[in-house]
């Protein structure tokens, strides 16, 4: 299974967390989210400039900044034939 940052994936794209990044407080802040090991997510919206993305977990819309994003590794979901 290959992994990717989160800011890497494409519109439309699912995949699940596999490693939160960041220290201290950003991480804490990225698990409080919601953003935890095992969950799937989905790139709902890139702003017009790519900065920052909207994706959906857990039943809810988050935004993220591209630099936060880079810090949460995901594995894509292969794409269905």
Do not use: C, S, W
């Not at 220290?23 to 698990?31: D, T, V, W």
């Not at 919601?34 to 959906?56: N, Q, S, Y």
């Amino acid at each position: 299974m290959h992994t990717i940052t989160l800011d890497k994936l494409a519109i439309g794209q699912k995949a699940i967390i596999t490693t939160v990044g960041g220290e201290g407080i950003l991480r804490r802040r990225f698990l409080d989210m919601g953003l935890t090991p095992k969950t799937k997510v989905m790139v709902r919206k890139k702003a017009p400039l790519g900065d920052p993305i909207e994706i959906f977990l857990r039943g809810y819309e988050l935004t993220l900044r591209l630099d936060d994003a880079n810090k949460i590794i995901v594995a894509p979901e292969p794409e269905a034939l």
